[in-house]
């Protein structure tokens, strides 16, 4: 089955039919690329790289914009940041979020 999946045709049991790929395996289906970024305004040439046309890119910010001096001071990312990002690389779409232990309210999801 592994040479068939690489695109090899192989020999039935008989020893004699020849088996393609296309005979006995389904199209390929296109993968989802999924980006996950931390907290962090220091994004690398790697991460931009792997972040190019992904279908989604989840990405934890902050504060809003208006704090945006502070955090960037302290190494964080910023909402507008995270969308500027995803505009340069191309992305499908954005989902922006935080965790943080300084939120102490607890929200019921049903």
């Known amino acids: 089955m592994t040479a068939l999946k690489l695109g090899e045709n192989v020999f039935s049991d008989d020893g004699e039919t020849v088996v393609t790929p296309e005979q006995v395996l389904k199209p ?9 970024i931390g907290d962090n305004r220091f994004v690398s ?17 902050t504060n809003t914009d208006d704090m945006a001096r ?26 922006l979020t935080h965790f943080s232990n300084r939120q102490t309210s607890e929200v019921e999801v049903s």
């Open 28 to 36: 390929g289906k296109r993968g989802r690329k999924i980006v996950y």
């Open 45 to 61: 040439k790697e991460m931009k790289k792997l972040t190019e046309k992904a279908d989604l890119v989840i990405h934890e910010a």
């Open 70 to 95: 502070t955090s960037y001071r302290r190494g964080h990312s910023t909402p507008l940041g995270a969308v500027k990002l995803a505009t340069e690389c191309n992305t499908k779409m954005l989902l």
